[in-house]
């Protein structure tokens, strides 16, 4: 037990980074100079007192007159954009009202910040009330609404100007933000970048999970962002979806965008639940610490005017570490990475092999090894989520099923059983002493094949593999070299700390029914971890 003590701390402690990572910041208080998430409060205890949706027009004055009056008395002037009538998907007719107000910059060049008054009524005979929109999407106002504040109230002159969009009717089709692109496209041919804020939940950190295409020059100005939050495959695999927020409108119409939303505890998502009382401060100040910071850039840098601003030819690859850190780099530079990654892996694995600390054939059956674990991982929890489909009487989808009773610990603890059969795997060895390096020769061999082909089919996903490779392949030669096999472990701690919070996002954005898919992402960096940290029990024996 004692020589496995290291690597239990080392998982430990990545576990715990990992988990730092997804608390959102303290809220600050009133009198705070920046973004305060407990004057923002204000407005969403006042918009989500009741349901207000698209289908119930009367509901939605109130909300209408409350924005018109916090930003009128900002001293902006707002515009109502009518349109109507509109027949939605469910066959409701609706008239939409969206609101408008600007402040001007000397450039001419302005971004675009969007979010829904509306909440979610009750679409399916089965779903509880209509949503109170506390969350979906007060947070989206009430951070608005503080950022006008803030801005207005320095007095200072903008450089580039910042312009508000409240869109109706959102949650019924994204029928305001159409209708603005369909109807008065002329009118945003002034903004070069449009930040929508949107919720899939509550609570938890706010996550920047969609983009425009060709996003370099987005994400460059993303970057400003105080504890940015954002992972590059996410808006792969959300351009696969069919889902979509009033980003998608302005996307369509070429609009390079960001877009957030909290992801957390969806039982609260689209139910009466969401209101004021549930919503988290954590959250909302997240919105804002995020999203102010890169407003107030724009607004003051000359750099950002003009309709080319952040027009690019190339996507970034990005993931955020710990609280704050937040890495980015162009495809350009990720193909490098790859290609400098595999030379040094199999330069180094012929060097393995050629001193006779693995064999050939024993590193390529480990790597058929590891390759089976994935598989069975998958069929694991494809078999799992179909099983608790039938159980609940509900539809197994693979991207939505949620409710499942204590889903969180059954997804955790599938992963620990994982992470433990990766660990037991990668002590066995097939020979005893010189013979020690197959599991991990295979383990970076199939993470290599892995990044490869992720380069092609889902390149912002290559950070998954490229990094624990770079980690665990520079702590091991670490170990080698100074001849301390604690060393190795760095690999482990760095590992674990990145893919905690992405399969803990993962799980959240497609729930249970995407189990199956969760164990095989978490399956080749746990192979990986699990390799390294026995890999010390071979050092000092070749």
Known sequence: MRKHLPALLAVCAGVLLGFWALLPPRPAGLNAPGFSALRARRDIDVIAKAPHTAWDPPSLVPVRDHIRGRLAAMGLTVTTNRYGPIQDAFGHTCTLENLA?????????????????????KKRPKEEEGSCGAGDDGYGVATMLEIAGLLTASKAPLENGIRFLFTDGEETGLLGARAEMERNLGAYQDVNLVINLEARGIKGPVVMFETGRNNLASLRMYRRAHRAFAYSFAVDVYRRMPNGTDLTEFINKGFSGL?????????????PRDNPANISLGSLQHYGEQVLPV???????????????FVSR????????????FFSWSRNADRLLSGCLAVLILAWAGWTLATLQATLAGTLRWLLVWAGLAVASLAAGLGTSFLLAKAMHAMWRLTYLPKVP???????GMVVALALVAYVLGGRRAHKGRM???????ALGLNLVLLLVMSVVMPGGTFLFSMPLLVCFAAVVLADVTQRPVAALIGVVFTVSLFVPVLHLFSLALTTGALGILLLIAAFPLALAGSVARCEDGLGRR
């Not at 675009?112 to 909440?119: E, K, M, N, R």
């Not at 877009?259 to 139910?271: G, P």
């Not at 407003?295 to 601003?309: I, L, N, P, S, T």
């Not at 020690?436 to 295979?442: E, F, K, S, T, V």
């Open 436 to 442: 020690d390096r197959a599991p991990l020769l295979g």
């Open 259 to 271: 877009n957030f939303a909290v992801l957390e505890d969806l039982s609260y998502y689209h139910t």
């Open 101 to 121: 107000a600007s402040i001007p910059g000397r450039s001419g060049s302005c971004l675009l910040l969007v979010s829904h008054f509306d909440s979610a009524p």
């Open 295 to 309: 407003v107030r850039a724009y607004a003051a840098d000359a750099r950002y005017g003009g309709r080319e601003a």
């Open 314 to 325: 190339q996507d970034m690859v990005y993931f955020s570490w710990l609280p704050g850190l």
């Open 406 to 412: 204590h889903e969180r610990l059954l997804t955790w």
